[in-house]
């Protein structure tokens, strides 16, 4: 299969190493990288080699839709940056690909949180896939556990901590340091969104919430109808008194099934440190799934980078080539 790459950051250069090493088994090819500040690059027959590692690309291409066209690719692999206003400019490059019969794989939750059901139904109408593993636990199963092993499954709700940075911060504070010592600590490893207060202000999480329950709950919400409260007012002195009594704080995501639809919230809890959802230090993460049928279980990721990031979007691509 052919790739065209939107968006050519951390994870499409980890994304690009990957299909290298897994080249023999899985023979994916990329015919186009395009990128809004650093330009573009097309070859219909493959990309070199130097093209891809260094990033060597020429005069940006005018629009999506003409990188798009030029590329020849079966498959966009969206990779841009999160807006949890809007979910654009991602949502349109998504609609480009469909109408031009392209499967699509994203690892950004914009989309998916501002407009899964209507992307799903384009998606179907041009007979092509849409996934998006990556896009809330990084390379963690989510979506495709859902998606091949729990038939019959009604999710009644789920409870997650899927913002890092908000825990890089925490912990930062709890050791004595500043609100945006911590913010820095996060930038340095790589882990906040282009910026840092959709972090702290619980966006990130918010569209996360919102994509979950779209996926796996039909909700038809936007990360804005969720109940959102970041971290903002903690203290290095409310942390240091918090962690006398044995007590931390984590940014939780809920959602739940209610008489009157789905109810969503995402709010920093003051939480017993032996507490599970305490567990999950720096980038681990953790979502407990409710259901009918299997009661409550769920999926730990421990300290993912990059790499599992592009891992899941691999896994998307892996499942589409079938």
Not at 28 to 35: M, R, Y
Not at 156 to 184: C, H, P, W
Request: proline share 4%.
């Amino acid at each position: 299969m052919k790739l065209a790459i939107i968006g050519y950051g951390n994870v499409g250069r980890a994304l690009a190493k990957m299909l290298r090493e897994k080249r023999k088994e899985f023979p994916f090819t990329i015919t186009g990288i395009h990128t809004a500040r650093h330009g573009t690059a097309v070859d219909p027959g493959g990309l070199p080699a130097k093209v891809i590692d260094a990033a060597e690309l020429g005069p940006r291409a005018e629009s999506v839709e003409e990188f798009l066209d030029a590329a020849g690719a079966d498959v966009a692999v969206e990779l841009t940056t999160l807006n949890p206003s809007t979910g654009e400019p991602a949502i349109s490059h998504i609609r480009a690909a469909f109408a031009r019969r392209m499967h699509v794989v994203t690892a950004n939750k914009g989309p998916v949180a501002h407009a899964y059901a209507d992307l799903r139904d384009e998606a179907a109408c041009a007979g092509v896939g849409f996934r998006f593993e990556s896009s809330v636990m990084d390379g963690a199963p989510v979506f495709n556990l859902w998606r091949h092993t729990m038939p019959g499954v009604k999710v009644q709700g789920f409870t997650g901590v899927l913002n890092s940075t908000s825990k890089v911060v925490i912990e930062t504070m709890e050791r004595g340091g500043s609100f945006e010592d911590g913010l820095a600590e996060a930038r340095r490893m790589g882990i906040t969104e282009g910026d840092g207060a959709y972090d702290v202000e619980g966006w990130d999480a918010a569209a996360k919430t919102a994509a979950l329950a779209n996926v796996l709950m039909d909700a038809r919400t936007t990360p804005q109808q969720v109940s959102a409260k970041g971290i903002t007012r903690l203290t290095p002195e409310r942390m240091a008194e918090m962690r006398t009594q044995g007590k931390t704080v984590r940014l939780v995501s809920r959602g739940r099934r209610t008489a009157s639809g789905v109810s969503l919230r995402v709010r920093a809890e003051v939480l017993d440190r032996g507490d599970l959802l305490a567990a999950t230090p720096g980038t681990s993460n953790l979502i407990l799934f409710h259901t009918d049928l299997m009661g409550t279980f769920g999926t730990v990721s421990i300290e993912p980078g990059v790499e599992q990031t592009a891992y899941g979007v691999f896994s998307d691509l892996v499942s589409l080539r079938g």
